[in-house]
């Protein structure tokens, strides 16, 4: 059974800052990652796909990157804004099977 | 493009009354669709899935049920409920099966309050 694990839970940097998000998952063969951004009270908003062939993926300041061999992902924020500040969630998917979730990090990211 | 709607936004309801969210995706078809729960200070729990009408996966034994009336359209529902379903509730969509991204979205969310 698929495991997803986000460290750390909670994370606070200035404003400025580059930073990783860290996700890990147990079972190596996933058919795509996805990493989503929740703010308090709302839905998820989806960031970055990655399928399984793929390395790398970036959007703007956001860049995730696979290692399924060694079961992990990571989120690269670069130059931290106050905006960025929201929980962010990893998820793995095998095949057509529901997303497997990690329980998030909560950035703070402080002016 | 696609768009999901979840309605009502906002609900409180009393222990032991019935329970009927509702989840629509529009600009796609023969959709994935899922309801998840978000407990205060908890992570996502996967209620039900459905890949097509009238198919229901259930992934947790609880009080509540789901059903798939149209193609595009997911309903989650309870006939009592408990203190414990209090929540945030969570419908989302991805593409059918295929050799596609399957990149998932979800709706706006519904915040249930049972008292």
């Known amino acids: 059974k698929q495991e997803v694990t986000q460290i750390p839970a909670a994370l606070s940097v200035p404003e400025g800052e580059n930073l990783v998000l860290n996700c890990s998952f147990t079972?190596?063969?996933?058919?795509?990652l996805q990493w989503f951004r929740q703010d308090p009270g709302k839905g998820l908003t989806s960031l970055l796909l990655?399928?399984?062939?793929?390395r790398e993926q970036t959007s703007g300041r956001l860049n995730a990157s696979l290692d399924k061999s060694s079961g992990r992902s990571t989120l690269y924020i670069a130059a931290s804004q106050p905006g960025d500040s929201a929980t962010y969630l990893c998820?793995?998917?095998?095949?057509?099977?529901?997303?497997?979730f990690g329980k998030g990090t909560r950035l703070s990211v402080i002016a | 493009s696609q768009t999901i709607h979840q309605w009502p936004a906002t609900l409180v309801q009393p222990v032991g009354s019935p329970l009927s969210l509702e989840c629509t995706v529009e600009?796609?078809?023969?959709?994935?669709l899922y309801w998840y729960r978000q407990a205060a200070g908890r992570g996502l729990q996967l209620l039900f899935y459905?890949?097509?009408?009238?198919?229901i996966s259930s992934e947790v034994p609880q009080n509540l049920s789901a059903s798939r009336p149209q193609d595009r359209q997911f309903i989650l529902s309870s006939k009592k409920l408990l203190l414990s379903d209090s929540g945030f509730y969570l419908c989302?969509?991805?593409?059918?099966?295929?050799?596609?991204?399957?990149?998932?979205?979800f709706g706006p969310g519904t915040r249930l309050t049972v008292l």
């Open positions: 459905s890949v097509g009408i009238g198919q």
């Open positions: 079972d190596s063969a996933i058919y795509n």
């Open positions: 990655i399928q399984s062939s793929q």
């Open positions: 989302a969509w991805n593409p059918f099966s295929g050799l596609g991204p399957n990149e998932q979205f």
């Open positions: 998820a793995c998917r095998g095949g057509n099977t529901p997303l497997v």
């Open positions: 600009g796609t078809s023969n959709p994935n």
